[in-house]
T-cell receptor, first 114, second 115 residues
């Protein structure tokens, strides 16, 4: 069985400070993991993905995530938050062996304080 | 530029009416998906289609119907049987699973409100 847990429903940071959005997963198979960002009333945009290559994945807009199998985690980080980073972030797990097994986490809302 | 187009952006429906949401892609993706998004619940899969003329139910298919007559198009009909249709609907597409780049491409969504 697969599942995704995003440990924080809401995170608030000051502009220029680091961002950490936490994601833990459960998967019976070797998973692929993704982070998506959604700005208000918009579709989802792919930030980055892990597909069993390098465990540290760099994405767009300065975000990166590290796959830690021992901790079953895929936390999203950014060294310095920008006002435009304020959005909803979704962690997603997908099994390579089952086409329709794509699970979205409940999302983490990121606020950036000036 | 390639992408997914959803229309309309906002849709209002009277109770008891069927309504169809449009989703068109020019990415030459084989697979297409419909998701429903409600506050605090993430995304839930309604229907998906891997190839033309074939589609499968997702987790919450009741009250919805789809068709896939063309590779580019995957319209979603919200029927009167759907008890709580007010939500944000997202369409997505992806390349075949065997490739490494099978992240989804999403449309910009349709917000459906029942009045």
């Amino acid at each position: 069985a697969q599942s995704v847990t995003q440990l924080d429903s809401h995170v608030s940071v000051s502009e220029g400070t680091p961002v950490l959005l936490r994601c833990n997963y459960s998967s019976s198979y070797s998973p692929s993991l993704f982070w998506y960002v959604q700005h208000p009333n918009k579709g989802l945009q792919l930030l980055l993905k892990y597909t069993s290559a390098a465990t540290l994945v760099k994405g767009i807009n300065g975000f990166e995530a590290e796959f830690k199998k021992s901790e079953t985690s895929f936390h999203l980080t950014k060294p310095s938050a920008h006002m435009s980073d304020a959005a909803e972030y979704f962690c997603v797990v997908r099994s390579k062996t089952s086409y329709d097994k794509v699970i979205f986490g409940p999302g983490t809302s990121l606020s950036v304080i000036p | 530029d390639g992408g997914i187009t959803q229309s309309p952006k906002y849709l209002f429906r009277k109770e008891g009416q069927n309504v169809t949401l449009s989703c068109e892609q020019n990415l030459n993706h084989d697979a297409m998906y419909w998701y429903r998004q409600d506050p605090g619940q993430g995304l839930r899969l309604i229907y998906y289609s891997q190839i033309v003329n074939d589609f499968q139910k997702g987790d919450i298919a009741e009250g919805y119907s789809v068709s896939r007559e063309k590779k580019e198009s995957f319209p979603l009909t919200v029927t009167s049987a759907q008890k709580n249709p007010t939500a944000f609907y997202l369409c997505a597409s992806s390349k075949p699973e065997t490739g490494p780049n099978y992240g989804y491409t999403f449309g910009s969504g349709t917000r459906l409100t029942v009045v």
